[in-house]
């Protein structure tokens, strides 16, 4: 295993579209973590899973914003109905403790 | 809720030492990480500290002090990859869920 995967590494949509994005965690990580990232700014908390149970949300996550981990192992992140201000950098991460995080490359997500 | 503050740019020359502060306020306090981004690329974790006190790991070290609600990365004989952001970041509850702080643009000079 070389690490957290995530795809797509670029995404491109128009605003009102739905998309999802997938997150292969390192295998024998339990924690999965989703965050978000706007230039200048460090990684923001959306949501967290300890195997395949969703045990925390960011309460500025709105409802347009979904997240699974069916088997306990990749993740999904579905944003529905795309808005702009939704441009950003997501982030997964895992990690066997929560102080050591490995993230994965990210997708850049575009709402025109 | 957790906050925490770090400088937004310091400059260093090559082979010299650098500091990069962090201060933080939380509710409840689970020790303070270090991320390291190249700019486009994903954080890397750098350190761990959950107790007062230096760690160290090769040219780069972490201290903090829970009196005073500080920590520092410490970067020695620094090289031109070393321009990056750097974050601070300490977790809240039992889900170690972190809070990061805003970065600090670290740029190395020949």
């Known amino acids: 295993d070389t690490g957290v995967s995530q795809d797509p590494r670029h995404k491109i949509t128009k605003r009102g579209q739905n998309v999802t994005f997938r997150c292969d965690p390192i295998?024998?990580?339990?924690?999965l973590y989703w965050y978000r990232q706007t230039l200048g700014q460090g990684p923001e908390f959306l949501t967290y899973f300890q195997n395949e149970a969703q045990l925390e949300k960011s309460r500025l996550l709105s409802d347009r914003f979904s997240a699974e981990r069916p088997k306990g192992s990749f993740s999904t992140l579905e944003i529905q109905r795309t808005e702009q201000g939704d441009s950003a950098m997501y982030l997964c991460a895992s990690s066997l403790d929560g102080h050591e995080q490995f993230f994965g490359p990210g997708t850049r997500l575009t709402v025109l | 809720g957790q906050s925490l503050e770090q400088p937004s740019e310091v400059t260093a020359v090559e082979g010299a030492i650098v500091q990069i502060n962090c201060t933080y306020q939380?509710?409840?306090?689970?020790?303070l990480s270090w991320y390291q981004q190249h700019d486009g690329g994903a954080p890397t974790f750098l350190s761990y500290?959950?107790?007062?006190g230096l760690e160290e790991t090769g040219r780069f070290s972490s201290f903090l002090s829970r009196s005073d609600s500080y920590g520092y990365l410490l970067l020695q004989e620094l090289q031109m990859k070393d321009s990056a952001s750097y974050f601070c970041?300490?977790?809240?509850?039992?889900?170690?869920?972190?809070?990061f702080g805003r970065g600090t643009s670290l740029i190395v000079h020949p």
């Open positions: 500290n959950a107790l007062d």
């Open positions: 939380t509710s409840g306090f689970y020790g």
């Open positions: 970041a300490t977790p809240s509850g039992g889900s170690y869920i972190p809070t």
């Open positions: 295998s024998e990580h339990n924690r």
